[in-house]
C-alpha cells in the first residue's frame, strides 16, 4: 500500500515539477498519516474532513477522511481521482442529482443521486470521476474512509 501512495503522490508530483520545475513536493508517510489524523477529528464532528497538501493551480492534492454519507456533487470544471488508502464506501456516481443547488463556482450540490450506478471501494481502490459527472460516497455506520484525492481542472 505504501508503495501505491507514494507513487500517487509521485505522479503528481511531477505533473507540479512539469507546471513549476523549481519545486518538488513530496509528502512523506508520516506526513500523510498526521492529517488523516487530522481529518479524523473533523469527521468525528461534521462526518468529513480534510485538509489541502498542496495547489498548484491546474491542480490540488488533498487528504479526506469520512464518517458518514456526503450528499450530490457535480463539479463543473474539476476531475476527482482518489485513491482509497483505508475504509470503505459505495460510490453511486450519474444519474440525476435530488434537489440540485448549482453554486457560482459550478459546483452542484443535493440529498442524493436516483438511479444512479453502485460500487463497492475498499483500500487500494484508485478512481476517476470526470468533470460533470454525479457522484456520492455512502459510508458503512461505524467506519472511517480514508483517501487521498487529486482534483485537476478540466
Excluded: C, W
Aim: glycine share 10%.
Amino acid at each position: 500500500m505504501k508503495r501505491i501512495i507514494a507513487t500517487l503522490l509521485a505522479f503528481a508530483a511531477t505533473a507540479a515539477t512539469a507546471q513549476s520545475p523549481k519545486s518538488v513536493d513530496v509528502f512523506s508517510a508520516d506526513q500523510i498519516k498526521h492529517q488523516f489524523a487530522q481529518a479524523l477529528l473533523q469527521a468525528n464532528q461534521k462526518g468529513s474532513g480534510g485538509s489541502v497538501l498542496a495547489d498548484y493551480g491546474n491542480h490540488d492534492m488533498r487528504v479526506s477522511t469520512r464518517t458518514a454519507n456526503g450528499g450530490a456533487e457535480v463539479h463543473a470544471h474539476f476531475a476527482d481521482v482518489f485513491y482509497v488508502a483505508s475504509g470503505y464506501a459505495t460510490l453511486i456516481t450519474g444519474g440525476t442529482v435530488v434537489d440540485p443547488t448549482t453554486k457560482a463556482n459550478g459546483e452542484t450540490l443535493g440529498k442524493s443521486i436516483q438511479n444512479g450506478v453502485s460500487r463497492k471501494l475498499g483500500p487500494g481502490d484508485f478512481v476517476h470521476i470526470p468533470a460533470g459527472v454525479p457522484h456520492q460516497l455512502l459510508i458503512p455506520k461505524g467506519n472511517v474512509f480514508n483517501y487521498l484525492v487529486v482534483k485537476v481542472h478540466e
